[in-house]
């Protein structure tokens, strides 16, 4: 598309937006802090999903100073279920830094967004256009598709050239925003609704999206058995704690591994729960659940031990807990944890 057409791009994306944007509560809030927020939930995350995680983290901590105070294992729970952890520990060292750093405000300088953990060129765009009113692009993967599209554009760095020149309005919060929403609800990965878009008269791809797509790094994903052992002792489960560093790092879990190639699931549980000294106990087989942690697709067997009734339960480690299944919702899990524990209920509940 000739840039000469770009203010008439513009005025259509404006007025579509104005009148068929979703009400969606950080629309309605111009704090830098809140739209952070939600900047970050809605990466690789779905409208849907975020909508009640973003109201219960808004309402527990209202401000940067709340979150900067909080204990990083109150955040995580409040995350427990989104998914993609490290941008809860991320939020939360981020806040520190701005109290520490900024006395308490969002910077408004790309450069310092940019220093802060978690926030990447599309964040510290989309905070400097939404929340600051600042003429900068907000790439995400669906304006990445949407301008592939519209502009004929191919490379990335084509994408971010033309993201760069559209979004020179001194509107382009709203602009940025527009294009997003484009790619949400009309131009669509599979199927665009070309024929309700209010840019198709403008569009290079109109009706030929497959020939015009622009070119995107293919996810692989990993199949993976990741075995859940529920240890139940007088009525109480056995969790701990990951590890510091890594894949759901400092997230509370049922104990278990993601099995290692060629390994079984009986070596790699004993492994597991060797410090239990369970000894040759057999587990029930509860039944397998099917869950992703980014690129994994896991499928997990949900193995249940009763403590022997005779022996005390250990719980000298601090990363294992003796927990009422009830209290699992105080403690920051993934959402495979709550499904396996909710699987043991619902058996404990059919064998009464
Ligand atoms: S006309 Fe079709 S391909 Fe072009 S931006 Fe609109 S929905 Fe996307």
Redo the contacts with the bound molecule.
């Keep these: 598309m000739a840039e000469a057409n770009y203010p008439l791009l513009r005025r259509r994306l404006f007025s579509w937006f104005r009148r068929h944007q979703r009400d969606l509560p950080w629309r309605h809030s111009a704090d830098p802090y809140a739209i952070w927020i939600s900047e970050t939930m809605l990466q690789q995350t779905q409208v849907k999903t975020v909508l009640p995680y973003y109201g219960r983290f808004i309402d527990t901590f209202p401000t940067v100073a709340a979150l900067a105070g909080a204990p990083l294992q109150k955040v995580l729970r409040l995350w427990s279920g989104l998914g993609y952890y490290r941008r809860a520990e991320n939020l939360h060292k981020a806040a520190r830094q701005i109290m520490r750093q900024h006395g308490g405000v969002m910077p408004r300088a790309y450069d310092q967004l940019r220093a802060l953990p978690g926030i990447g060129d599309y964040t510290a765009g989309a905070l400097l256009s939404i929340a600051f009113g600042e003429s900068y692009p907000a790439v995400d993967g669906n304006v990445r598709r ?1 301008l592939g ?2 502009l004929g554009a191919k490379s990335n760095a084509e994408i971010h050239a033309c993201a760069a020149k559209v979004a020179k309005t001194n509107q382009s919060g709203n602009l940025n925003q527009a294009l997003m929403e ?1 790619g949400a609800t ?2 669509t990965p599979r199927e ?3 024929v ?5 008269s403008l ?5 030929d ?1 497959g020939r015009i797509e622009p070119a995107k790094a293919s996810t692989k994903y990993r199949a993976v058995t990741w075995p859940q052992a529920i240890v139940v002792y007088n009525r109480q489960i056995l969790l701990r704690r990951r590890q510091s560093r890594g894949l759901l790092a400092k997230l509370w879990e049922l104990p278990g591994a993601e099995l290692a190639a060629s390994a079984t699931i009986a070596g790699t549980m004993a492994k597991e729960l060797r410090q239990l000294q369970l000894g040759r106990a057999k587990p029930a087989r509860l039944g397998e659940l099917r869950h992703s942690i980014t690129d994994r697709r896991i499928l997990a067997p949900v193995l249940l031990y009763r403590w022997p009734v005779k022996r005390s339960a250990p719980v000298a480690d601090p990363n294992w807990r003796w927990i009422a299944p009830a209290q699992l919702q105080r403690y920051a899990t993934s959402s495979l944890t709550a499904k396996a524990v909710k699987l043991f209920l619902d058996y404990e509940k059919s064998s009464v």
Excluded: E, I, K, N
Excluded at 196 to 200: F, I, K, T
Excluded at 203 to 207: A, E, I, S, T
């Design positions: 949407v599209r519209l484009l009309l131009c665009p609704r070309c309700d878009c209010p840019v198709a569009c290079l791809g109109r009706d999206c």
